[in-house]
């Protein structure tokens, strides 16, 4: 089966720069997208098709796509980006999520 | 502005059949290439796709659920609903209903997303 991997856990101060990974085989071939989720919250679209930020998510969320692997960037990292991160991709009609990043501000 | 709402028992006994129901406001369900969808995410772990249906009727299921999925709509309300038959504790999870776009170009992405209902299979 499809399966996408992402570290269980990526820690950064405020302000500075946090990456998230979203990995397989030939992603770059795919498009993907990246929710954020805070505790008890339903998932935010913070990027979709690989790198496209819908309306209302702050210009520091940035994605990118190439090779086997997928980033979610967020630059100038703040407290209130404290969350789960989910990658998801399309494969064989049906939608694949990562294992879910806990990204740490402290 | 699209919303959607769950609906359904929060607890299930097992070997039963979980039923919810999706109320969408805000735009028509049959109108349209979206593919209205329920994911579910385990207390403490991630999300899983469990199906959808689009075009006025067309389904899809998670493989490993297939057996056990049907996803159909009431058009007259709005609403989209989910069965889960033969459920085990391994069912028990929050359950979104929410919109996906953009799935048959391969970019498939969720735009809305339900608050989440929690459904505990238990007897």
């Known amino acids: 089966s499809y399966e996408l991997t992402q570290p269980p856990s990526v820690s950064v101060s405020p302000g500075q720069t946090a990456s998230i990974t979203c990995s397989t085989d030939k992603l770059g071939d795919k498009y993907v997208c990246w929710y954020q989720q805070r505790p008890g919250q339903s998932p935010l679209l913070v990027i979709y098709q690989d790198s496209k930020r819908p309306s209302g998510i702050p210009d520091r969320f940035s994605g990118s796509n190439s090779g086997n692997t997928a980033t979610l960037t967020i630059t100038g990292t703040q407290t209130i980006d404290e969350a789960d991160y989910y990658c998801?991709?399309?494969?064989?009609?049906?939608?694949?999520f990562g294992g879910g990043t806990k990204l740490t501000v402290l | 502005q699209v919303q959607l709402q769950e609906s359904g028992p929060g607890l299930v006994k097992p070997s039963q059949t979980l039923s919810l129901t999706c109320t969408v406001s805000?735009?028509?369900?049959?109108?349209?290439?979206?593919?209205w969808s329920w994911i579910r995410q385990p207390p403490g772990k991630g999300l899983e796709w469990i199906g959808y249906?689009?075009?006025?009727?067309?389904?899809y299921y998670n493989p490993s659920l297939k057996s056990r999925v049907s996803i159909s709509v009431d058009a007259s309300k709005n609403q989209f609903s989910l069965n889960l038959s033969s459920v085990s504790v391994a069912d028990t999870a929050v359950y979104f209903c929410v919109r996906a776009r953009e799935c048959r170009g391969g970019s498939c992405f969720v735009d809305f997303w339900g608050r989440g209902t929690l459904v505990t299979v238990s007897s």
């Open positions: 998801q991709a399309w494969d064989n009609s049906l939608g694949v």
């Open positions: 805000g735009v028509s369900i049959t109108i349209g290439d979206d593919f």
């Open positions: 249906i689009y075009s006025s009727g067309r389904t």
